[in-house]
Structures are given as C-alpha cells and as structure tokens.
C-alpha cells in the first residue's frame, strides 16, 4: 500500500465543507446546465420527438443562458420578469404593502 500524506501535504490543498461557487463543467456551463439540457433532450427529443423545438431550447440552455448569466447578476433570471413585467408575488418573500423586499 502506498501512503500519499508527503503529496498530499506537498501538493494537495484544504477543500471547506461548502462549496461556494457553482460546479463548472468545461468551464463555461454550470452543472445546472447540463441537468436542464439533459432533461430537455428527453422530454423533446424523445418523448415529443420534437427535434426544432429541442434545438432551439438547447441553443438557449447552453449558449444564451450562460452568456446572460455571465454578463448580469446571478439572480437575473429569477428577479428580471418581476422587475420589467410588473408582476406581484405577495408572499412570504415579498409581502403586500409600501416596503418591497425584493427587487
């Protein structure tokens, strides 16, 4: 049996229990990505077997999604229709009255 400890002491490095950024793939895509472009292959490559439709949402999965995201904030797919389409969501996140939490 090997041991490892003088490489890992030498070359390895302390990993947090949390990881604070998302997992990259190729560094471009998130993780995230990847689940939706694959769960977008199933439902309209094979199940609707709706090949257009399956095209241009990949298109926007892998290419304009990650250049959006790299562009803007995090947030900005979850926070912009609320901001530019006026809606309201009263709730436990963003209570009815004058003082708005989110946004």
Partial sequence: MHNYETLKRSHGRRVPQT?????MIMDFWELQDAFIA???ILVFGI???S?????LLLLLTLWAGPAIRKK???????HA?????????P???NPKGRTRFSD
């Avoid at 990881?19 to 997992?23: A, G, K, L, N, R």
């Fill in 19 to 23: 990881v604070d950024e998302p997992i």
């Fill in 47 to 49: 199940l609707f077997y």
């Fill in 72 to 78: 803007y904030n995090k947030g900005v797919f979850l």
């Fill in 51 to 55: 090949w257009g439709l399956m095209f």
């Fill in 81 to 89: 229709p609320y901001r530019y389409l006026k809606m309201s969501l």
């Fill in 91 to 93: 709730g436990l996140m």
């Fill in 38 to 40: 694959i769960a977008v």
